[in-house]
């Protein structure tokens, strides 16, 4: 543990219920309650499956990237293959089944990368990213419904210039990529 | 531009009405459409103000943290500080103005570190990424209605051990953090 526990001492929202349910989130209802125990007011969030997404390495030192099209800006994004892990799918193996699915590239060796919090202000769900090596092409992809994806290679050594670059959008790309330049660098 | 345009042409959804509004969020509903303009089914993604963080470096060399209670998974999580950006208000703006109100800390020069969107599979808003350099405490916090927080300054050259060590769960802290360390590097 590098930072010591914090003095205040948690709230907390004992009851929560699904006010409303969209199919790939559901908005919670909860009344929040003081440190103390007190009620305070209702407190909406929203929940969801768990995600994960990979950094997949060819031997040639690239990274498999996805263009896919975006509902919440409108446009197509630029992204590391992940997705919704299925109930009962251990998140490495979905992570394999994604980027199978969307970039038709089959992972070697897989080892995990980190697992966060998309949004804790909001969702109660988890991210876990991944590595994979030896990532190579099978030739075939399986789109979801509502899925469409187009595959592009990035040198290994030009990721720090892509992020740069502004052209990943997603944050929850761009911190998986991030956090493997600072772990595995850029390669030579 | 890293990565050519890809060949793929994007959907679109033309029309999004807000079928549920939950103060913080709005549900949005909207036929999709596929690339040659024919209606798909209907997709649901919300929308929400533009948020900012900023990871705050202070004369020693120290990172300012907030510790804060989070409604989507109920716990106590350690951020640097951040918020929503108010209507007609710029980010830079925010970002000292959640800076100051969080942790009592103000700030000297500032600057972008990122600029990105926080989920574009669900929604369509943005998250501003600031660095703010000569940070100082001026002692005096504001916090927000259902906002309570408690200040932890972490040592620039430990920010790499307190990433690998899982205590930042939030993803979009972490991906500033992240993004800090490859462009400015831990100090000495």
Same mark, same amino acid.
């Given at each position: ?10 709230? &907390? ?7 409303? #349910? ?5 908005? $919670?209802? !909860? ?10 007011? #209702?407190?909406?969030?929203? /929940? ?23 509902? /919440?800006?409108?446009?197509? +994004?630029?992204?590391?293959? !992940? /997705?919704?892990?299925?109930? !009962? $799918?251990?998140? $490495?193996?979905? =992570?394999?089944? *994604? ?14 990368? +980190? ?13 876990? &990213? ?8 099978? /030739? &075939?992809?399986?789109?979801? *419904?509502?899925?469409?994806? *187009? ?6 050594? +030009? ?5 740069? &670059?502004?052209?990943?959008?997603? =944050? ?5 990529? *991030? ?10």
């Amino acid at each position: 543990m590098i930072v010591p526990p914090p003095a205040m001492r948690p709230w &907390s929202r004992p009851r929560v219920e699904i006010v409303a #349910d969209f199919g790939i989130f559901a908005v $919670e209802k !909860g009344l929040l309650h003081d440190a103390a125990g007190q009620p305070m007011r #209702d407190v909406f969030t929203f /929940g969801c499956r768990n995600w994960c997404n990979v950094v997949a390495v060819t031997p040639a030192q690239e990274i498999v990237f996805v263009w896919q099209y975006r509902f /919440g800006p409108g446009e197509l +994004s630029l992204e590391v293959p !992940g /997705g919704v892990i299925d109930p !009962g $799918e251990a998140p $490495e193996a979905a =992570a394999r089944r *994604e980027l199978l699915e969307e970039s038709g590239f089959e992972a070697g060796k897989i080892e995990l990368l +980190s697992d966060l919090q998309p949004n804790p202000a909001l969702q109660g769900n988890r991210i876990y &990213s991944y590595v994979a090596w030896d990532a190579v092409p099978t /030739g &075939s992809t399986a789109f979801d *419904e509502l899925e469409e994806c *187009e595959t592009a290679l990035v040198p290994r050594s +030009s990721l720090g210039a892509l992020l740069d &670059s502004g052209q990943v959008q997603h =944050a929850l790309v761009a911190v998986a990529l *991030e956090t493997f330049l600072r772990r595995h660098g850029a390669g030579t």
